[in-house]
C-alpha cells in the first residue's frame, strides 16, 4: 500500500468511538466502548490484561471488525473507509514485530519499502529513524542480539516509516527496565511535540500519570471512568493531610486537635508521631496550625496527599489494576485466530 502523505485529516475528533462491542463465543471483550481523542493528544487507557483494551486498538486499527458501535479516525469510518484509515495509523503491539535474523537498517528498509518508498528513499528514512531513537550504533547488528528495550524502541520506529497522524502504542513499554521505560516515556512525548496524536494502553498506573493528558479506566470491557488524572483522582474522595510531629508523646493530643477541628476521623502511623486525616475543608487547615500552635506543639513536616490512579482504579473497579486472570481465555485465543 503506498502511503499518501497529502491524505486529508479531517473531523473533530482524532479517534471517535460509540458503543463499540466485540464478542467471542459467549464471551464480551468490549461492550460498548465509547472514546473521544483529540488531535494531537496522548491518550491512555488504562486496565488490566484482559480488560479489552487489545481488543478496542484491534478494532480502531482495522484489524478487528466490530460485532456493533462505530467507530472513525479523523473523520473516517473504519468499516466503509479501512484503506484511508490505515493511512493514517501507525501501529505498535506489545511484542517487536520485527525480523531477528536481519540487522536494525534490513529492517527498517523492508518495512520502507514494503509502504511504497523507492530504494534510497527508504535507505534515508532508515537512518533518520536510527538516529531518531538512539540505534545508530547497532544499525548494522542482527536484532538477535538487541535487548529488550533496544527492540521495543526499532518496533516503535518502525512504526512511524509513514509518519501517520496517529500512534496506537498498545502496552509499549512492558517488560522494560525502569531506565529503558524512561527513554520511552520521552520519545512518545517527542511524537506528540512533532504533531502526531497518540491513543495508548497501559497498565502501568505510573505510565497513564506520566503521559497521559486524559485516561480511560477500561474494566471487563467496558469504560468505567474518564477524564484527566487529576479529575479521576479528585472523583474517588478528598485529598489527605499528613503531619509529621516532632514528639512522639504529643500524638495522642495532636490526633484529638485534629479530629476536633478538622471534624474528622484521623490515622495514626504504626510507628507513631505521624498523623493522616481527609482534608474535607482546606480553610480549615489554617486553624489547625493555630490550634496547635496553642498547644505548643511543633511539627516537623506537613504535607497534602493526593489520590493516586491505583487508589482510583481500586474504588471504581473493586479490584487493583494488576489483578486479572493471567491464564490466556478461550476468547482471547479465538481472537487471535481470527486476526491470523
Known sequence: MNVNKNMPVNGKWAVEAQGLVKKFGSNYAVNGVNLNVRPGAIYGVLGPNGAGKTTTIKMLATLLRPDAGSAKIFGYDVVKEPQIVRQLIGVTGQYASVDESLTATENLVIFSRLLGLGRAEAKH???????????????????????????????????????PPLIFLD?????????????MW??????????????????????????????????????????????LKASIGRSSLQLRIQESQDTELVRRTVEQVLRVHSAVSPEGAKITAPMA??????????????????????SVQKPTLDEVFLTI??????????????ARKKMNEEVK
Open 171 to 183: 502496552e509499549p513499554t512492558t517488560g522494560l527496565d525502569p531506565r529503558t521505560r524512561n527513554q
Open 281 to 302: 475543608d482546606a480553610d480549615k487547615v489554617t486553624d489547625l496550625l493555630i490550634a496547635l500552635r496553642a498547644a505548643g506543639i511543633k511539627l516537623a513536616e506537613m
Open 317 to 330: 473497579t473493586g479490584h487493583g489494576v494488576k489483578e486479572d486472570a493471567s491464564e490466556e481465555t478461550d
Open 125 to 163: 528514512k532508515s537512518a533518520e529513524l536510527l538516529e531518531e531513537f538512539g540505534l545508530t550504533e547497532a544499525a548494522k547488528r542482527p536484532l538477535k542480539n538487541f535487548s529488550g528495550g533496544m527492540r521495543r524502541r526499532l518496533d516503535l520506529a518502525a512504526s512511524l516509516i509513514a509518519q
Open 186 to 231: 520521552d520519545t512518545i512525548r517527542r511524537l506528540v511535540k512533532t504533531g502526531s496524536t497518540v491513543l495508548l494502553t497501559t497498565q502501568y498506573l505510573q505510565e497513564a500519570d506520566e503521559l497521559a493528558d486524559r485516561i480511560a479506566v477500561i474494566d471487563r470491557g467496558r469504560v468505567v471512568a474518564e477524564g484527566t488524572a487529576d479529575e
